[in-house]
């Protein structure tokens, strides 16, 4: 016990700041898709070979819980009514002022999911197309593709 509290406490920030980037910078999400990886992790500990570091082990289990909840959620959401107003999705067209600063967190959270979740692993964690490829069930040339895709798109957004 004292073992996996110490296991915990050397990663939680890393997982939480992972399922906060996935989860499209919500709070409350990534707080429960943190407890979630880590009561995973304990109930799978005995298949935890060693092989590689405990974090290796636990990242994938993360990225896999963080895409198993948006299926989840685009399940949910499918089933809403459609509406023919636009008004909250509409992002205005003011130019912003050259001394406002950028928000990157904000910029990232805006991102398609998939896209979201490939920028955050390349970029913000390091893992390779194909090590993303394995954890995501894409891919590795989609992996490619999702984060050509989230370059341009974060280029739009922090150039408004």
């Known amino acids: 016990m004292a073992a996996f509290e110490e296991l915990y406490r050397r990663n939680v ?3 939480y700041g ?5 989860g499209g910078g919500n709070p409350t999400l990534a707080e429960e898709l943190t407890q979630d990886t880590f009561v995973r992790a304990w109930e ?7 092989d590689s570091a405990f974090s290796s082990w636990l990242y994938p289990m993360a990225v896999n819980l963080s895409h198993s909840e948006r299926r989840s959620r ?3 959401t499918a089933r809403v009514m459609p ?3 636009l008004t909250p999705f509409d992002k205005g067209t003011a130019p912003r002022a050259p001394e406002a600063a950028v928000d990157l967190e904000r910029a990232v959270a805006e991102l398609p999911d998939g896209a979201r979740q490939v920028f955050v692993l390349h970029e913000v964690h390091g893992y ?5 490829a394995e954890m995501t069930g894409i891919a590795s040339g989609t992996s490619k593709a999702q984060l050509h895709r989230a370059r341009r798109l974060l ?3 922090l150039a408004r």
């Open 155 to 157: 280029r739009g957004n």
């Open 83 to 85: 509406t023919d107003d």
């Open 74 to 76: 685009t399940r949910r």
């Open 128 to 132: 390779k197309h194909e090590e993303i």
């Open 13 to 15: 920030r890393r997982i």
């Open 18 to 22: 992972l399922c906060y980037r996935l």
């Open 44 to 50: 799978k500990l005995g298949g935890f070979r060693g």
